[in-house]
């Protein structure tokens, strides 16, 4: 973990370029549909624009989605809707095409992978390309003990950072990220709690499984003592990944500061992704302008961590089932802003003329769009306020 530098990732991440965004901006206000009537596409459109480097944007064609796997200790606790060490069942799911997830990718012709970072099981019971990456066997319950050696956490990391590599290499245009586990929303919680310097009950949810009021209060308590041992190590943040987070949540935070450097947008999905991006924001705090928060998922925790990082939600459908659903739904939305950007025409000068020619005395015999006159010089003018 020492050879770790992550003062390193401040100074390769920089933002989405300016200029261009300006440049898409300035595009926009051509268009023949007026400014403003596609309300956030327009904003989802111009920040492509930027991260791309392009304008036009070009369309998001090599998407994937990514999920990050772990059963996390504390889990045994109670404070979960499904048994402890049960995420493979979840991940079989996934492979299978069984699981929501692998349903809407399916449709969307979008590619799914799964990294197994810490499952509680035989390795040899999912594929070799799954289990690859896995740093441990589940993970320590983050209210006694630590959840990773400072090994595991590095290594955990250095595999996000890896996986961030591929992904570019590859020509990932835009990554889905979202989580496979048991019992990480709680870890996700603790880790919110100590980085927004609020309490427990803030933050602590019903997890996508859902659970009930007993459960709700033994997931507080867990989220409370686990706390306590998540402030010592407030300053460094692997070693709060170590304690308190789990591999799936130190891997997902090196996959997004490597994906920030290698300008690769990235659409997040719960609280599990949430709490990652917030531990990297803390490293590099221009890291947040290459992700956009999927959907707003209910959880208090990712509310909290999407307010602190000025991520607003492009859905609000109220789902809640985690496993990279709820940001996959919002890929559509990101693609028909690319389309919208990059696709519809722009006015010329004889168009606007056309369009103010019900007002123009000269113009009144005119039948047609770009027959009112045929001086564009006399309608350029005009084109600021027409848009």
């Known amino acids: 973990m020492s050879s770790l530098n992550l003062d390193d990732f401040t100074d390769r991440i920089q933002r989405p370029h300016g200029s261009v965004r300006r440049d898409a901006e300035a595009r926009r206000e051509r ?3 007026p400014a403003g009537a596609l309300g956030r596409l327009d904003d989802l459109g ?8 392009a304008v036009p944007v070009r369309p998001v064609e090599r998407p994937k989605v990514l999920l990050f796997a772990a059963d996390h200790g504390v889990a045994a606790l109670g404070v979960s809707g499904r048994p402890a060490g049960t995420a493979v069942r979840l991940v079989r799911d996934v492979l299978e095409g069984l699981s929501p997830v692998a ?3 399916r449709r969307q012709d979008v590619p799914v992978r799964v990294v197994d970072m810490a499952l509680d099981c035989d390795p040899g019971e999912l594929p070799a390309e799954v289990t ?4 441990r066997r589940g993970s320590g319950r983050i209210d006694v003990e630590d959840a990773l050696t400072a090994e595991e956490a590095g290594a955990a990391f250095a595999a996000g950072v890896a996986l961030a590599d591929e992904e570019a290499d590859a020509g990932t245009d835009l990554v889905v990220l979202g989580d496979v586990s048991v019992g990480g929303t709680t870890a996700a919680a603790v880790l919110v709690a100590a980085l927004c310097g609020t309490d427990a009950s803030v933050v602590t949810g019903r997890g996508g499984a859902g659970i009930d009021d007993l459960a709700w209060m033994r997931k507080c308590a867990a989220i409370r003592d686990a706390l306590r041992r998540a402030r010592p190590v407030l300053g460094d943040q692997l070693k709060l990944l170590a304690a308190v987070g789990g591999a799936d949540i130190a891997a997902m935070t090196g996959f997004l500061l490597q994906c920030a450097a290698r300008r690769t947008p990235v659409i997040l999905d719960g609280v599990v992704a949430a709490a990652a991006a917030l531990v990297a924001q803390r490293i590099a705090f221009r890291g947040p302008d290459w992700w956009l928060a999927g959907h707003r998922s209910g959880e208090p925790a990712q509310a909290k961590a999407l307010d602190r990082m000025a991520l607003e939600p492009l859905l609000d ?9 709820g940001a996959l739904l919002a890929l559509p939305m990101v693609r028909a802003a690319a389309a919208l950007a990059a696709e519809l025409p722009e006015l010329t000068g004889e168009s606007v ?9 000269p113009s ?7 027959k009112s006159g045929e001086s564009a010089g006399e309608g350029s003018a005009e084109e600021g306020p027409v848009q």
């Open 364 to 370: 009144e015999g005119s039948d047609g769009p770009g």
């Open 46 to 53: 111009e920040w492509l624009a930027a991260a791309q480097h």
């Open 132 to 135: 690859g990456h896995r740093v």
């Open 31 to 33: 268009l023949a549909v």
């Open 317 to 325: 459908h109220g789902v809640a089932v985690g496993e990279g659903v």
């Open 353 to 361: 003329k056309s369009e103010e020619s019900g007002d123009s005395g």
């Open 103 to 105: 349903v809407l990718a």
